[in-house]
């Protein structure tokens, strides 16, 4: 067994390393609507913050938690500019779940993040997956509802998520811009709502049914999410 | 007073201090140089939609996400796509030299250190496998993991070794002796994972699905997840309530029970089932292999060594 001072060493060093996994999920499990975290956990995580975000071990730990959840995609419509040669545009791939009650356009192609087919192996095609959710956790609404705009925290912490959001968008559209030149090209986010045992067994909808993709409201938060069909 | 003092710190150096063989490391060692190296090769598929200054997440953006933590990496600053490929042309050669053991007292760190780089430039696009492949690669840099099963141990054997041989030497190609090192590195492996499970757990609790037994519905019929259709499961609905309830009492109760003899099989057993479930239906092969391989950790090295040693013994008489 190794000397006396290195195990007294090591024994401080595993015990703060320990301190500093457990920080983020005790913050995280201590967070309210109206408190950022516990007092004990926000003072545990503001000392060993510096360490465990180096060294990504700041994570939630809570999967498919507190309930499974619907997934959200992001739709990326590729439009041409009025100026390019519908002739040499790339084939029609409409997402599965677009139809006719929507107002697609027929010289639009298709991104959907994640896709199925075009994202393989299943690892790349999870990495797009994370990304259209990520998406949606940082969207920010483009107007705040008139209760909202009372309270001047809730107005600044909006501005800064909005201002992150628009960034993203940005970001991911000059992505995809320097793949579709003279595009135009925008992004919705789109949930895919999760079927009951009645909808899959009874009413017979598959999965993949347009009835449970919604495609997700910019503005008010408020506002109600446009159904791909009336169900 | 005195006596339980000494007992306590007893126990305590037993539990981190005695040296243990680093068989059950080395079984990690070599799943996750292999995860490592497939990870950073599927990064490669579309490396300048996830890297670089035009990726899907820019870096001026990273940085913006990551102005309010600790988080850094020098991929932030890189734009050039020839850099990037060479960034992870080495991570793959690196993890590659961590699964059989090439040199690993430094391909060990080095690949941890890449992989994290890379961590905290892919925010985004992150998930449960990332946290788990990090953490085991952090961990084994601590152990002298390529002690068995290995291009070192092989170079060791053929080296002259003994006491004159060079500190060097002997700490770059170590010896199958147990050491502290693996115990520490080995524990920290079992705390961090009964962490993640508890707080998976509580998470879990939370919810009321996962009371009223219908979050194992709704977790096989999210489609974005499903490679194998499970949604059989809906006509057997006292089963779905079964292995959601199952699977709360399994995760919360992880922390407590995996240190008994007794039940050490039995949650070992349900944790390779729930994640190769994840795995098989849920289309996170890879997340759900190296949740299994984590879980090795609770596997005493002895017991691989017998049992390597038994299967000798057989084939010699065969």
């Known amino acids: 067994m190794m000397g006396r001072n290195w195990r007294v060493f090591l024994s401080f060093a595993v015990v703060l390393h320990l301190l500093a996994v457990a920080a983020e999920p005790l913050r995280f499990f201590s967070a309210s609507p109206v408190k950022f975290a516990s007092e004990d956990a926000r003072l545990l995580r503001m000392v060993t913050q510096r360490y465990s975000d180096f060294m990504y071990l700041s994570h939630g730990y809570s999967f498919f938690a507190p309930n499974p959840g619907p997934s959200h995609l992001l739709e990326c419509e590729i439009a041409p500019n009025s100026n390019v040669d519908l002739a040499a545009e790339p084939p029609l791939d409409r997402p599965a779940f677009a139809n006719s009650s929507r107002e697609l356009s027929k010289k639009s192609s298709w991104r959907v993040f994640p896709d199925r087919r075009q994202d393989r192996p299943r690892l790349l095609y999870h990495r797009f997956f994370m990304l259209s959710e990520f998406y949606h956790t940082h969207f920010a609404p483009a107007t705040l509802a008139e209760q909202s705009k009372l309270d001047t925290a809730i107005v600044e912490q909006w501005k800064q998520d909005r201002r992150m959001y628009e960034q993203l968008q940005k970001s991911i559209l000059a992505n995809l811009e320097g793949k579709h030149l003279n595009h135009e090209i925008s992004l919705r986010r789109v949930e895919h709502a999760l079927p009951s045992e009645y909808q899959i067994f009874v009413d017979r909808w598959k999965m993949t049914d347009p009835r449970l993709y919604l495609v997700l409201p910019e503005g008010d938060a408020s506002a109600s999410p446009e159904r791909l069909l009336p169900p | 007073m005195r006596v339980p003092v000494n007992r306590i710190l007893d126990g305590w150096n037993d539990f981190w201090f005695r040296p243990r063989s680093a068989s059950t490391l080395a079984l990690i060692r070599i799943a996750t140089g292999a995860m490592l190296a497939y990870v950073h090769a599927v990064w490669c598929l579309r490396l300048s939609d996830f890297m670089g200054h035009h990726a899907l997440i820019d870096n001026e953006h990273i940085r913006r996400l990551h102005q309010n933590d600790f988080a850094w990496s020098y991929l932030w600053d890189v734009r050039d796509m020839p850099t990037l490929w060479l960034h992870q042309g080495i991570a793959i050669l690196l993890a590659i030299c961590l699964c059989i053991g090439f040199l690993t007292r430094f391909a060990s760190p080095m690949i941890w250190f890449m992989t994290l780089m890379v961590c905290h430039r892919m925010t985004g696009f992150l998930f449960g496998l990332d946290q788990v492949v990090m953490m085991l690669a952090m961990y084994l840099i601590l152990a002298p993991t390529g002690s068995r099963w290995s291009v070192d141990a092989w170079l060791s054997r053929r080296l002259a070794r003994g006491e004159n041989s060079m500190k060097l030497l002997r700490w770059l190609f170590p010896s199958t002796e147990p050491s502290s090192m693996t115990t520490i590195a080995s524990r920290l492996i079992q705390i961090h994972l009964c962490i993640v499970y508890l707080f998976g757990g509580i998470a879990k ?84 292999m190296m949740m299994i391989v984590a879980n090795l950790v609770f596997i005493e090295p002895e017991w691989i060594d017998r049992m390597i040693a038994r299967r000798r013994l057989q084939s010699h008489k065969t």
């Open chain 2, 205 to 288: 609790l939370r919810g009321e699905m996962w009371w009223d037994g219908t979050a194992m519905w709704f977790s096989a019929v999210a489609y974005e997840y499903q490679s194998l259709d499970l949604t059989w499961l809906g006509r057997y609905s006292l089963m779905g309530a079964i292995l959601s309830h199952v699977t709360v009492f399994w995760e919360t109760f992880y922390c407590v029970l995996i240190w008994q003899r007794w039940s050490r099989p039995y949650f070992l057993a349900i944790a390779v089932a729930v994640h190769g479930g994840i795995a098989l239906f849920l289309g996170m092969i890879t997340f759900g």
